[in-house]
């Protein structure tokens, strides 16, 4: 079955620590994203792809970082520099950008005590 | 800058009547707009989407959307309601001639149709 992955679906970390995010797909998709999902606040884009080796910051890029080393791969790390980073993360692929609609993975619940 | 406004958090109807849920978009250029559903503790699905063409736009599950580019908005509509329609609904553009990579979302609309 072709889709996104994410993993692991529950996460918890004291503060200070890093954690990353994994995500993968295999719909041959080159462009990738990473949101962040508050209530009440819909979903704000972190970073995305658009090519293997390539990236932009989003709107809330700050105390998160990423990289785009392989085409069905694009991990995301918080950082500890992250004022909130309990969050629901989703990962999202689609075939290009402009026209082309998101897929997405079914999150991950991060929660730092 | 690019954005998206969703004037009601939430939304009721009943079963069998007509539903809309309002998104209107501000962009400098020429917009994409989206619509995804976000059924609970899942991740977001796509609906349906505005590239170019017939101003309205057929999707999945029986939703439609008009593009009025003069209102600058795209709501999304269903001529009858299911209970299984409820869900958080979220639109989406992308300003074509600036930055085609960017998404930017609302804030979600939550649906509830009740029996």
């Not at chain 2, 978009?25 to 899942?42: A, D, E, I, M, T």
């Not at chain 2, 074509?96 to 998404?103: L, P």
Request: proline share 5%.
């Amino acid at each position: 079955d072709g889709g996104i992955t994410q993993s692991p679906k529950y996460l918890f970390r004291k503060e200070g620590q890093n954690v990353t995010l994994s995500c993968e797909q295999n719909l041959n998709h080159d462009a990738m994203y990473w949101y962040r999902q508050d209530p009440g606040q819909g979903l704000r884009l972190i970073y995305y792809s658009q090519i293997v080796n390539d990236f932009q910051k989003g709107d809330i890029a700050e105390g998160y970082s990423v990289s785009r080393e392989k085409k069905e791969s694009f991990p995301l790390t918080v950082t500890s520099a992250q004022k909130n980073p309990t969050a629901f993360y989703l990962c999202a692929s689609s075939l290009r950008t402009g026209g082309d609609e998101q897929y997405f993975g079914p999150g991950t619940r991060l929660t730092v005590t | 800058a690019q954005s998206v406004a969703q004037p009601e958090d939430q939304v009721n109807v009943a079963e069998g009547n007509p539903l809309t849920v309002k998104c209107t978009y501000s962009v400098s250029g020429n917009p994409y707009l989206f619509w995804y559903v976000q059924y609970p503790n899942r991740g977001l699905q796509f609906l349906l989407k505005y590239i170019t063409g017939d101003n309205l736009v057929k999707g999945s599950y029986g939703f439609e959307a008009e593009f009025n580019k003069s209102q600058t908005s795209f709501h999304l509509k269903k001529p009858s309601a299911l209970v299984s329609d409820s869900a958080l609904y979220f639109c989406a553009v992308r300003d074509i001639d600036t930055n085609a990579g960017k998404s930017t979302f609302g804030d979600g609309t939550t649906l509830t149709v009740k029996p």
